[in-house]
């Protein structure tokens, strides 16, 4: 092969790669974000109103947004960590605990709480409204602030449909020194699988518990109505003791409530799921 034709090849190859590395940066960008949610303005967009890069990614969730809020307004190194993988956050050299349960004593976040990060570094909350929007933004006397970066981290919450979630996370960066924007894209790189992992880790969490709850919910129900009831008619004289119907009417009705149970708890298990599944995809 002649050196000029291994030259024009060498120089697809690279031409190639850089494209396919500028689509794969873009498409990280906004993963799982529909054209609207990427232009649509969220909470927290003013903290930083003029960004060098913004983020956009979203997932949607099967369960509605009162069920999805407990586990975002927990995370934090502290708390429920960032619902990722273990690998992951060892990596990115976070020392935090995955949580699998709501905790109570987590609930009540307020703007000016700080949100750890790992040891030592931690994010303020501006803002906060249950079931909507939490927003992050990195303290004034943090090291990033005063090398001049802004940044904030939104998390807002869509109804969608009668019983579903679009959770959309948004990150806004502004820098002004170049050679600092060069070290946030590479950060933006790893970010991008703390943010998708966690996005799942809510997702799967915020989904099974509102499974169990609305299959508890309906064992409730179902058990309320086949509840028996005591015969309060009374009796003429010289009736007929009708025990043995009596006995068979009971019967029929455990039968019948078993039934009911059976069929409560294949709907239970399957619709939310479902639901949650197609629209978590």
């Known amino acids: 092969m002649r050196r000029g034709t291994k030259t024009i090849l060498w120089h697809l190859f690279l031409a190639g790669a850089a494209l396919g590395t500028a689509a794969a940066w873009r498409w990280q960008l906004r993963w799982g974000a529909t054209a609207a949610e990427q232009r ?61 349960a709501v905790v109570p004593e987590w609930q009540r976040v307020e703007a000016g709480d700080a949100v750890a990060l790992a040891e030592g570094l931690a994010l303020k909350v501006v803002r906060a409204e249950g079931d909507r929007a939490l927003v992050l933004t990195a303290p004034t006397d943090a090291p990033a602030t005063r090398a001049g970066v802004e940044f904030s981290w939104s998390f807002a919450l869509e109804p969608e449909g009668p019983t579903g979630t679009r959770l959309v996370v948004r990150e806004r960066y502004a820098w002004s020194k170049w050679r600092i924007g060069l070290a946030i ?9 703390v943010n998708r992992a966690m996005l799942l880790g809510i997702r799967d969490r915020a989904e099974r518990a509102w499974r169990q709850d609305v299959a508890a919910s309906l064992d409730d129900a179902v058990s309320d109505v086949l509840a028996p009831t005591a015969l309060t008619s009374p009796v003429r004289s010289g009736a007929p003791a009708v025990s043995g119907g009596g006995t068979a009417s009971a019967g029929g009705g455990g039968e019948a409530g078993s ?23």
């Open 40 to 100: 649509r303005p969220l909470p927290g967009d003013d903290e930083v109103p003029m960004p060098s890069l913004q983020t956009t990614r979203a997932i949607g969730i099967g369960a509605p947004p009162a069920a999805v809020w407990p586990w975002v307004v927990q995370i934090g190194q502290d708390k429920a960590g960032f619902y990722t993988y273990s690998w992951l956050e060892r990596v990115a050299g976070l020392d935090t605990r995955t949580g699998e």
């Open 185 to 193: 894209k590479a950060v933006a790189w790893a970010g991008f699988a």
């Open 259 to 281: 039934g009911v149970a059976s069929l409560v708890g294949e709907a239970g298990g399957t619709g939310p799921g479902e639901a949650g599944r197609n629209s978590g995809g």
